[in-house]
């Protein structure tokens, strides 16, 4: 079993930066793959980032070059750093752990744990 707890949501200003940070507890923190979700009321959760295991990192086309993912095994801790924020960034945020194939890191539904999320405003 692993529990996921987000922090470092907020309210930024357009052009902004915040940096989420994600805590894992539970055992084989490094054998997971660690995802960014976000949604917004009303959409379908939207992946945002994902570092496998092995350390290959992912990034949906919207946030690439603003947004870095890394993942501290030592402090079971997974971040993402969100530069540049638009409004359109606006949701909760949402980390998840899970052990899959790596073609797989895109789809909520192969994650197997998931923290309780952490609203990010930014506002124009």
């Known amino acids: 079993q692993v529990q996921l707890v987000e922090s470092g949501g907020g309210l930024v200003q357009a052009g902004g930066s915040l940096r989420l940070s994600c805590s894992a507890s539970?055992?084989?923190?490094?054998?997971?793959?660690m995802g960014w979700f976000r949604q917004v009321p009303g959409k379908e959760r939207e992946f945002v980032a994902a570092?496998?295991?092995?350390?290959?990192?992912y990034y949906a086309d919207s946030v690439k070059g603003r947004f870095t993912i890394s993942r501290d095994n030592a402090k079971n801790t997974v971040y993402l750093k969100m530069n540049r924020l638009k409004p359109e960034d606006t949701a909760v945020y949402s980390c998840?752990?899970?052990?899959?194939?790596?073609?797989?890191?895109?789809?909520?539904?192969?994650?197997?744990?998931w923290g309780q999320g952490t609203q990010v405003t930014v506002s124009s």
């Open positions: 998840a752990a899970g052990s899959f194939p790596e073609v797989s890191v895109y789809r909520a539904g192969r994650y197997d744990y």
């Open positions: 570092v496998s295991w092995s350390g290959n990192i």
């Open positions: 539970g055992r084989a923190f490094s054998s997971y793959a």
